[in-house]
Nanobody, 122 residues
Framework: QVQLVESGGGLVQPGGSLRISCVAS????????INWYRQAPGKQRDLVAT???????NYPDSVKGRFTISRDNAKNTAYLQMNSLTPEDTALYYC????????????????WGQGTQVTVSS
């Protein structure tokens, strides 16, 4: 049974920092690309960070320079360090693990956590 469990969310003041975590079980964690998404009420789910199996990270412009994604394959854990938070960062943050196996047919395995709430407010 595959599980992704996020933790570390909470209430933080504008300008503050928070680190959220995602612990995976039931998968070969090191083989999966890990993504962090977020979804605010009434809005679509947006990608905020990606880390490849080799450790390469990518971010959209909205969080670049403020958010840092990392992974510890020995602990089956991914992290999202968030700095200089603003109220616009308030959302439910989801961890996603994705593995694409090229073949005939190509197979995509993707798993989601239940989310952790981040609220930025004074």
């Amino acid at each position: 049974q595959v599980q992704l469990v996020e933790s570390g969310g909470g209430l933080v003041q504008p300008g503050g920092s928070l680190r959220i975590s995602c612990v995976a079980s039931g998968i070969t964690f090191s083989a999966y690309t890990i993504n962090w998404y977020r979804q605010a009420p009434g809005k679509q789910r947006d990608l905020v960070a990606t880390i490849s199996t080799g450790g390469s990270a990518n971010y959209p412009d909205s969080v670049k320079g403020r958010f840092t994604i990392s992974r510890d394959n020995a602990k089956n854990t991914a992290y999202l360090q968030m700095n200089s938070l603003t109220p616009e960062d308030t959302a439910l943050y989801y961890c996603n693990a994705r593995l694409i196996t090229i073949g005939y047919p190509t197979k995509i395995n993707t798993y989601w956590g239940q989310g952790t709430q981040v609220t930025v407010s004074s």
